[in-house]
């Protein structure tokens, strides 16, 4: 019978249940056969080989399928996984591999059609199979999260933003700290996106941002083998992606922004940038000027760091007491009124600093950034925070690694290589960076299994939108 049929007759076939699995259900391993559970008890309740009309030919028929799927045969493997899955979907009764198999066929002829409504077919077939997982093995959260992230990455038009968010949220609470890592980017990716939109409230947002980094934590300290990298990957991740949080206004207490910021100051305590910056960001979290770390940084501020006299005097003082919106107004103003071009430019690279830092705004940072460039066009400045901006946004146009968070490596390096162009004072400056992102640079393999070449144009999307010239790392 043909895959069409069988994408409807499965959803017929599921009427029993699955063991518990600690992995993403659609992987499959070698199997090594288990002596016969003791207790009972601890057997799934679904159908398994010993409760086929014939065990040694369900046995034999998944030793087949298996060693068929192995070798990529996959209308013989499925063939006989048909046979199994009508009478022992549980198999031995302690793993759920013919269940995680079936995902993964289905999984396979949706790549292989461009019918929508037999890949459509394809996919309830599969969120049925999650469902009866669900039902005869209860695992806390993860098929939840399962389902979650399938929908997230692969089927996002079967469901909103905020039934994805409901879902994930369903596997934190169950699980807490235990939830499966698979959860914790996506769900951090919901959390702002959907608070952003007003569509939670700080109290939930903060909840569960909490939990999110608490899990990294965890994961990082726990984790052994592979898993590890995969806890890296969320790490690069996810805390960027919560900074957003850091620009609203009674999100975090003064104690987060002085562990993160303060460092910064003690390391350039010569730097007035980092001087002002440190300072604007604990006077955001309203931190006491009692605090003996506060009085030091103000007293730096005082005597080596106050701006000079002119235009933009009420724009420094608004950006110092954090009043980032007045802040940019002022600066706005302060280029209007001013007459040495210099003082003009400084002024709009404050105001990308601003949306940089203080607001994570990066389109309006890299708008006030070229503004600048305009106004005094032998100045690297710009085009050395334009690079940062790029290069700092693989969390943000990608997971934290892979082709989509590489790809912002190509015009940042632009950007690097345009600031030396223009101002050779900041050629070192944009030697550093470019020696440090050029690693991370798709390799030969990534491009070319994407059937593109180095030294072709490509347009690099989401927010940066500009096109570039492919690079390789190798």
Request: proline share 9%; charged share 25%; aromatic share 6%.
């Given at each position: 019978m043909n895959q069409r049929w069988w994408a409807f007759a499965a959803?017929?076939?599921?009427?029993?249940?699955?063991?518990?699995?600690?992995?993403?259900v659609t992987e499959t391993t070698t199997e090594v056969p288990a002596p016969t559970p003791e207790p009972e008890e601890d057997l799934s309740p679904c159908p398994k080989f010993r409760d086929a009309p014939s065990p040694d030919d369900a046995e034999t028929n998944y030793v087949l399928y298996r060693d068929f799927l192995r070798a990529g045969d996959w209308d013989q493997a499925f063939a006989l996984w048909k046979k199994v899955y009508a009478v022992a979907p549980a198999a031995d009764g302690q793993r759920n591999t013919v269940y995680a198999d079936g995902i993964r066929f289905y999984e396979y002829f949706i790549s292989q059609t461009q019918d929508e409504a037999l890949q459509s077919a394809y996919v309830d077939t599969i969120f049925s199979i999650y469902d009866e997982i669900d039902r005869c093995y209860p695992e806390g959260g993860y098929i939840q999260g399962r389902k979650a992230f399938d929908l997230f990455y692969k089927y996002r038009d079967r469901a909103s933003k905020e039934e994805i968010y409901s879902m994930f949220k369903s596997a934190i609470d169950q699980d807490s700290l235990d939830a499966p890592d698979f959860v914790v980017n996506p769900m951090a990716s919901l959390l702002v996106d959907l608070y952003d939109a007003g569509q939670i409230e700080q109290e939930e947002a903060y909840h569960y941002q909490g939990i999110l980094r608490a899990m990294i934590e965890k994961?990082?300290?726990?984790?052994?083998?592979?898993?590890?990298?995969?806890?890296?990957?969320?790490?690069?991740?996810?805390?960027v992606r919560l900074e957003y949080f850091e620009t609203v206004k009674g999100f975090y207490p003064c104690d987060y922004y002085m562990d993160k910021y303060y460092p910064d100051f003690e390391a350039n305590p010569t730097d007035c940038d980092v001087v002002r910056t440190v300072y604007s960001r604990l006077k955001f979290a309203e931190c006491s000027t009692d605090d003996e770390r506060m009085k030091q940084l103000i007293r730096i501020g005082n005597e080596n760091c106050r701006p000079e006299a002119g235009k933009a005097d009420s724009a420094y003082i608004y950006l110092r007491e954090a009043e980032y919106a007045k802040a940019i107004v002022a600066f706005e103003k302060a280029i209007e009124e001013e007459e040495s071009v210099e003082k003009q430019a400084k002024y709009a690279l404050n105001n990308a600093k601003i949306y940089e830092v203080h607001l994570r705004n990066f389109p309006k940072a890299r708008q006030w950034a070229e503004r600048a460039a305009e106004i005094r066009g032998d100045w690297g400045e710009p085009y050395i925070l334009i690079g940062r901006l790029y290069a700092s946004s693989g969390p943000l146009c990608g997971p934290g690694r892979g082709w989509d968070s590489q790809i912002v490596t190509w015009p940042a390096i632009d950007a690097w290589q345009k600031a030396k162009q223009v101002d050779p004072s900041v050629s070192e400056e944009a030697n550093k960076f470019i020696g440090r992102y050029r690693q991370y640079m798709p390799n030969r393999e990534d491009v070319f299994i994407r059937n593109l070449k180095a030294g072709e144009s490509f347009f690099v999307p989401c927010w940066i939108q500009r096109s570039t010239v492919i690079r390789t790392a190798d």
């Open positions: 959803l017929l076939l599921i009427a029993a249940c699955t063991p518990k699995t600690t992995e993403p994961g990082l300290e726990d984790c052994k083998g592979t898993a590890c990298e995969r806890w890296q990957i969320i790490e690069e991740y996810t805390p």
